[in-house]
């Protein structure tokens, strides 16, 4: 299984950018898709995250501007993010819950990061 995140790069403050994450490989099931950012210095975060039941839940500072969705035909999960702020700017992850064709469990996975800069 991989994860391919995309969708990062320069925007200025007030700005948008979409991430996506596309999984890839044997996948039976997707249990659970996030996405986590990891500014300079500091500890991954969860930003986002979405179940295959549909609940979703945000980090308290990015709600009202961030969006996280899913399409399942296509097992990618997106960001939209919106009036992005320099506080922003970090490496975001994605993250999956996935059960294999090979597995009788979820199994965590872990995209390579899309860095983020929102300029002042």
């Known amino acids: 299984v991989q994860l391919q995140a995309s969708g990062g790069g320069l925007v200025q403050a007030g700005g948008s950018l979409r991430l996506s994450c596309a999984t890839s490989?044997?996948?039976?099931?997707?249990?659970?898709m996030g996405w986590y950012h990891q500014a300079p210095g500091k500890q991954r975060e969860l930003v986002a995250f979405?179940?295959?039941?549909?609940?979703?839940n945000y980090a308290d500072s990015v709600k009202g501007r961030f969006t996280i969705s899913r399409d399942n035909a296509k097992n990618t999960v997106y960001l939209q993010m919106n009036s992005l702020k320099p506080e922003d700017t970090a490496v975001y992850f994605c993250?999956?819950?996935?059960?294999?064709?090979?597995?009788?469990?979820?199994?965590?996975?872990w995209g390579q990061g899309t860095l983020v800069t929102v300029s002042s």
């Open positions: 490989g044997s996948i039976f099931s997707i249990h659970y």
């Open positions: 979405t179940t295959s039941g549909g609940y979703i």
């Open positions: 993250n999956a819950a996935i059960q294999t064709h090979r597995s009788t469990s979820p199994i965590g996975y």
